[in-house]
């Protein structure tokens, strides 16, 4: 469960990259990216920090 937790973690860490635009991004794509990061940043840290 907590490798599955891990992989989840770097799947949406790495959406948030590919997302980016290859051209310059607007604000709101740097947003999304910054929340994505982050929210899979947290998914991986609470992955690590249980004991399952």
């Known amino acids: ?3 599955l937790t891990i992989a989840v973690g770097v799947l949406i860490i790495t959406q948030a990259y590919f997302m980016i635009p290859a051209n310059t991004p607007d604000w709101l794509d740097w947003i999304l990216f ?7 940043a947290y998914t991986i840290y609470d992955a690590m920090q249980s004991r399952g």
């Open 34 to 40: 910054v929340v994505l990061l982050v929210f899979g």
């Open 1 to 3: 469960m907590k490798q």
